[in-house]
């Protein structure tokens, strides 16, 4: 099955699941901004809809309900699509002001938000794809692999990974204690887990060979990571 048989399935068992304000915000919303950037950009990078979600509800930093163009679910992970059109955006000061707001609130939840420009879509959508493509790489790898990442590593340890690639994958176990707001003793626990792993090596000093910090030798875009 193609991309306009896989869309119209995709689409169709949302519209069922859902009722009342969910169902109207599907409705209105997953129009032309939307369905290009499913055609032209999300199908030739993942070619699935598996855990991408069309106008998916929200809250906001008061509660409210706000509907986010698309939403992909893959592991732990959250990652939203918000397609821009500087004409309902832009112009619109109080409503672009909003919009940014409920932006870096998702991104302090924990969510990723990605910000496409419908303009640039239409006009260079390769550039769109390539970007993705890179950002999105570990994500998609992580959703094809057969291994539940989220059983084989605890998000501890995915935090400490992710932290030692941010230091030219050196990991120091006060300072990522301090960073991550843990004991370091519990910092040194997982970092040995991850030796047993596979994931780090210990790299010791001086006469006594004391550990003084832990190197990451896992691969840069391993679905581990997510």
């Known amino acids: 099955m193609g991309f306009a048989g896989e869309h119209d399935q995709w689409l169709s ?15 209105r919303g997953h129009g032309y901004g939307n369905r290009l950037f499913v055609e032209s950009v999300w199908w030739p990078l ?17 509660g409210r309900s706000y509907f986010v163009d698309l939403l992909w679910k893959v592991g732990s992970s959250r990652i939203a699509f918000e397609i821009m059109d500087f004409g309902s955006h832009g112009t619109d000061r109080s409503k672009y002001r909003m919009d940014l707001n409920r932006g870096l609130f998702l991104q302090s939840q924990d969510c990723v938000v990605l910000y496409i420009s419908l303009d640039e879509m239409k006009d260079n959508p390769s550039f769109i794809l390539s970007a993705l493509r890179n950002l999105l790489f570990p994500y998609l790898l992580a959703g094809t692999t057969n291994q539940s990442t ?17 230091y030219n994958r050196v990991l120091r ?10 004991q370091t003793a519990t910092v040194i626990k997982y970092s ?14 001086g006469v006594s060979q004391r550990i003084i910090y832990y190197e990451y030798v896992g691969t840069l875009q391993s679905p581990d990571l997510v």
């Not at 176990?173 to 843990?182: F, M, S």
């Not at 040995?192 to 000093?205: I, S, W």
């Open 173 to 182: 176990p006060g300072n990522a204690a301090r960073e991550l707001e843990l």
């Open 13 to 27: 068992n949302h519209l069922k699941r859902r009722k009342g304000e969910r169902l109207d915000a599907l409705k």
């Open 192 to 205: 040995r887990m991850l030796v047993d792993k596979g994931k780090f090596r210990p790299v010791a000093r």
């Open 46 to 62: 993942a070619g699935h809809f598996h855990g991408l979600h069309p106008e998916y509800e929200v809250k906001d930093w008061r």
């Open 150 to 166: 989220e059983k084989a590593y605890s998000r501890i340890e995915r935090e400490l990974m992710r932290l030692a690639i941010r």
